[in-house]
């Protein structure tokens, strides 16, 4: 008997059917015919169990099967197409601005373990959300770490690890143990993680609580019920995030983020500000108010503020609370770090290999020279070469466009 157990994933039987679940969020469904090769099968509590086999001819064959039906991976929540990638998986994490590592010559190292939101933001700066149809990306934890290491060791000094991704960061399955192992990394000073708090719960703080080099930068844009919501998309409950923020207080350094959208919550500010001076945080800095700007891949409810009416009203708003809530990158410590060299230049013309959709249908992901390259548009088939002028080479994300 062979009792198949993987660490991502679990499976359910669905009459003539067997769902394959990874990382909690995402599914593919095989039909159970394929697995008749496999010898009598039964499915216990997500593992799968073989009556004559071994368990490593088991493995090896299910291996094959996810591999082969992992293009029909969906998010279990929305039904959009989900893109996953393992180790050996041949895909690179650095190149694209949406998933996987972004590194801007800094100290501040961006992780994007996945895509996907439970909010639907009405200002949200990449459109995400519970309406989004993009195609979502999800990362194994251990293929993050690897190419995070190897980054490390490039950089040779201690840096912040910022989990920021394009959605909500606790929909990651692995989220937890992905913070653990960044903050145990020695020249990891920092762990920062931006998250709506909207699916947080004490239990987690708790665990959370463990690593001393996290800080927690919560969005919160109103102290009231109606507005919060209205600024929120869909339903969201302001006392349960609130509920979080009072306790994570105790326990987490803490950076409040309100993000300040013309017509919409400006009243609100000064209550937040109230709210959060209520809560005595000492770590430096807490509280950082954004201006909402009009991103042309996002949602537009109002015209951004003026850099100087923006400046003018945190300028007031630190006067009446008598806080400073004036934040600069020195703030957070943020240096200037070896650069990572780029394999190519904006305007350079190269070979490179489809390997996926992008976030939109109409886009590719390509690979070439140890990057991927966001190709818009690109209908080619995955495996298909493709002849690309590159775009955008700012910070090793690299986007290109098809030539002939
Ligand atoms: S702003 Fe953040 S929380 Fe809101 S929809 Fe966008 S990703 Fe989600």
Redesign the pocket.
């Known amino acids: 008997m062979a009792k198949l157990v993987f660490e991502s994933w679990s499976f359910n039987e669905h009459g003539d059917e067997i769902e394959a679940v990874l990382l909690n969020k995402f599914s593919l469904k095989i039909p159970l015919e394929e697995f008749s090769f496999l010898s009598e099968l039964k499915v216990q509590e997500g593992a799968l169990l073989f009556k004559k086999m071994s368990e490593e001819q088991a493995e090896h064959k299910v291996n094959f099967l996810l591999a082969s039906h992992l293009s029909e991976l969906k998010n279990k929540r929305t039904g959009n197409k989900a893109v996953y990638f393992y180790p050996g998986c041949g895909i690179p994490l650095i190149g694209n601005v949406a998933w996987g590592i972004v590194y801007r010559d800094s100290s501040l190292i961006e992780l994007k373990p996945q895509t996907s939101?439970?909010?639907?933001?009405i200002?949200?700066?990449?459109g995400?959300?519970i309406h989004s149809q993009k195609t979502d990306f999800v990362i194994d934890k251990d293929y993050l770490l690897e190419e995070f290491d190897k980054l490390l060791d490039f950089i040779g000094e201690p840096v912040e690890a910022h989990i920021g991704v394009?959605?909500?960061p606790f929909l990651y399955a692995d989220l937890l143990p992905l913070i653990n192992e960044l903050n145990s990394r020695k020249k990891v000073q920092v762990v920062s993680l931006d998250t709506?708090g909207t699916i947080l719960t004490k239990r987690m703080i708790d665990e959370l609580s463990l690593n001393q080099k996290l800080r927690l930068n919560m969005?919160l844009n109103a102290m009231n019920q109606e507005i919060a919501e209205k600024l929120?998309?869909t339903g969201y409950n302001l006392q349960h995030v609130l509920e979080n923020i009072r306790y994570a207080a105790t326990k987490i350094k803490l950076l409040i983020a309100p993000l300040y959208v013309p017509g919409y919550n400006e009243e609100e500010m000064p209550r937040i500000i109230e709210f959060v001076k209520s809560l005595k945080l000492t770590n430096r800095p807490f509280i950082g108010i954004q201006n909402f700007l009009q991103y042309s891949s996002g949602r537009h409810p109002a015209k951004q503020a003026a850099w100087e009416q923006f400046r003018q009203k945190t300028k007031e708003w630190a006067v009446e609370s008598g806080i400073n809530i004036d934040l600069k990158p020195e703030d957070f410590g943020i240096r200037k770090t070896k650069p990572l060299p780029k394999p190519f230049k904006e305007g350079e013309i190269i070979k490179a290999r489809v390997v996926c959709e992008d976030r939109f249908s109409c886009a590719r992901v390509a690979v070439a020279k140890g990057r991927n390259i966001s190709i818009n548009p690109c209908h080619s088939k995955t495996g298909a070469e493709v002849k690309v002028e590159i775009t955008r080479d700012k910070h090793n994300i690299f986007t290109g466009k098809v030539v002939k």
């Not at 939101?117 to 933001?121: A, D, E, G, K």
């Not at 200002?123 to 990449?126: A, E, G, I, K, T």
């Open positions: 939101c439970n909010l639907n933001c200002y949200c700066s990449v995400e959300g394009q959605g909500e709506n969005s929120a998309g």
